[in-house]
């Protein structure tokens, strides 16, 4: 019997110990553990956590999607459905792990059943009655492993089906996200296009009650004035004799005015013919805005280019006369310092002196008071200019130059480039070009600082007038006497 039962034992442990095949692969390095449950049902031992099963995983994201769809907006939507895709491939996953385990353990079980089946004709008495029971366990497991497989190729199938349907889902929730951008892109730009509509027609709103509310201002001053006239014609008063009295009496003083004028020049005629023959005389009108130009009157008088010529000042009150620095070419434009003085030319030719005066004071620009007084309101004042030299020198470029004149200084530029930009100073001269042709009335002298002088050409005789007059009495409020080269101007005139 002991040589049976070791030769059994022998021959069991070799039958038993058959090599398993290479092409297995087993998801773990030792044998799982069994247990036999109620009814004889064997039990997979449970080493991990409870897990939730891919039906109640599928079913709890489901509700959750339904329950939180009506809250969420089109994007988070699409988010969850973006989360929902990835749970379901991950779930995929798993399926796929769990069918290559189950694909292990089968292989495993049929390995465990031969070896049973073999070694239960070998045995006999009680150790064959353990083989059975054995053979029933792995057969029990089997079907569990059987059924298990059905239920995970019917959970990878709902799975594919919730994939496919979150797919769709979040290809869905992409147009639509695409589609509400599009339209809110859309609304955008109508809003705005609104928006620009509105804003123009209140801007041409603007304009034309601007327009609308000069015309009606002009119309009714139109009508006043015409409702004044039917008045004046049908009630006449003493205002409209008055009226009428003044405008023969202006009438009348222009006249004698002419008249008087060329009176005085008639008896400087004379005067000057009992002194001696009458070569030279002054031509022009003599008023601010143009200029007095010395001009032979007789054949025999030599030319005037051959003359020395000197202008001078004459007060009216005390005849105290001032030379005018630089002035002496036979012709003169008068600026602002000379209104309400005589002027008086001396020429000398061939050591003969002869004196010419003006018939009276330098009458003002007529207008011109009032535009500088409108000017004076502005912070700054631009004047376009042509530079005719620099320093003595000619300029060649005959751009057009912008002078500012401030309540504090003076500057010349041309778009962003500055010639010069200099404050009121004691060292700034400025007066009307002592010399020159026609154009002269047009022209004047700027010394920003020592050695830096222009001549520059105005637009008009009025702008030429207007800018020396405003430049001097900006710089008169700054306490600068602004005049010309050795004017001796009194402070304040």
């Known amino acids: 019997m002991t040589r049976v039962y070791r030769d059994f034992r022998d021959t069991m442990q070799r039958e038993v110990l058959v090599p398993v095949s290479a092409d297995v692969i087993f998801a773990s390095s030792r044998f799982p553990n069994y247990k036999i449950g109620a009814n004889n049902n064997i039990v997979e031992a ?25 809250r969420l907006s089109v994007r988070d939507l699409a988010s969850k459905f973006e989360k929902g895709l990835a749970a379901a491939a991950k779930l995929s996953d798993e399926a796929r792990l769990r069918e290559a385990a189950s694909l292990e353990k089968h292989v495993l079980i049929k390995k465990l059943r031969d070896a049973l089946e073999s070694l239960r004709g070998r045995v006999a008495g009680k150790n064959k009655d353990d083989v059975e029971e054995a053979i029933a366990m792995v057969e029990a497991l089997a079907v569990q492993l059987t059924q298990r497989e059905g239920e995970l190729i019917q959970e990878k199938t709902e799975v594919k089906k919730l994939a496919s349907f979150l797919k769709q889902a979040s290809e869905d929730a992409k147009k639509l996200v695409d589609e509400e951008r599009a339209i809110a892109r859309a609304e955008i730009e109508k809003a705005r296009a609104a928006v620009q509509r509105v804003e123009e027609a209140l801007q041409d709103h ?29 009630k006449p008063s003493k205002v409209m004799d008055m009226e009428q009295e003044l405008r023969a009496l202006r009438t009348q003083l222009l006249e004698k005015s002419k008249h008087s004028l060329q009176l005085q020049k008639e008896l400087a005629t004379k005067r000057s013919e009992g002194n001696g023959p009458h070569m030279y005389e002054l031509d022009g009108h003599e008023a601010l805005g143009s200029y007095l130009r010395i001009q032979p009157c007789s054949d025999g008088a030599p030319e005037v280019s051959e003359c020395s010529i000197q202008w001078y000042r004459l007060s009216t009150e005390g005849g105290k006369k001032e030379l005018i620095s630089g002035a002496t070419k036979s012709v003169y ?68 130059y912008v002078l500012h004149v401030g309540k504090m200084r003076m500057k010349l530029r041309k778009g962003k480039s500055t010639a010069a930009k200099e404050y009121y100073s ?19 002298f700027w010394q920003a600082k020592l050695g830096l002088s222009f001549v520059l ?21 700054c306490n600068i006497m602004l005049a010309g080269p050795d004017d001796r101007a009194a402070l304040g005139a």
């Open 46 to 70: 449970k080493e991990y956590p409870t897990v939730s099963s891919m039906k109640e995983v599928v079913a709890r994201e489901t509700a959750q999607l339904l329950g939180t769809q009506k």
């Open 457 to 477: 050409a105005f637009e008009s005789e009025r702008e030429r007038n207007a800018a020396i007059m405003l430049a001097r009495r900006f710089a008169f409020d």
């Open 333 to 400: 434009a008068p600026e602002p310092f000379d209104v309400g003085r005589i002027l008086q030319a001396d020429v000398i030719s061939d050591g003969q002196r002869l004196t010419l005066t003006t018939t009276g004071p330098i009458d003002p620009a007529a207008g011109l008071g009032n535009y500088v007084e409108a000017l004076v309101q502005r912070h700054d004042i631009e004047f376009n200019v042509v530079i005719v030299q620099t320093n003595g020198v000619d300029h060649q470029s005959q751009s057009i």
């Open 426 to 444: 004691t060292s700034m001269q400025l007066c009307g070009v002592r010399g020159g042709g026609n154009a002269a009335a047009q022209a004047c």
């Open 206 to 234: 603007e304009r034309m009650s601007k327009a609308t509310g000069k015309q009606d201002v002009e119309e009714l001053m139109k009508e006043v004035q015409e409702a004044r006239r039917i008045i004046m014609l049908h």
